[in-house]
């Protein structure tokens, strides 16, 4: 599977973006992470094969939400009332297991990042 993520952009703190992830096919599980610099990679938000069930980090939840097109093949994350630390690289992911997962290492394919600045 192939993971292109787009969206990222320079935004002004309170404001929101729209990230997108296409896939090459099909995917179960998915995900989105983000790694700003100097920090590892964490999670942000999770959604389980069908689209029905969510997950989110407490630092997000609120603000952000996700979303997935099955038939399209496509994630997204709607990003609202953004803040300075959200400035990071953030990355879709895609497992192969069913439900939702915020661990990276079970995660098994990975797009390239899509880098978001908030300024304050």
């Known amino acids: 599977v192939q993971l292109q993520a787009s969206g990222g952009g320079l935004v002004q703190a309170g404001g929101s973006l729209r990230l997108s992830c296409a896939a090459s096919r099909r995917t179960y599980g998915m995900g989105w992470f983000r790694q700003a610099p100097g920090k590892e990679r964490e999670f942000v938000a999770a959604?389980?094969?069908?689209?029905?069930?969510?997950s989110y980090a407490d630092s997000v939840k609120g603000r952000f939400t996700i979303s997935r097109d099955i038939a399209k093949n496509m994630m997204y994350l709607q990003m609202n009332s953004l803040k300075p630390e959200d400035t990071a690289a953030y990355y879709c992911a895609a497992t192969r297991l069913y439900s939702l997962m915020s661990a990276s290492d079970r995660y098994d394919y990975w797009g390239q990042g899509t880098l978001v600045t908030v300024s304050s």
């Open positions: 959604i389980n094969w069908s689209g029905g069930s969510t």
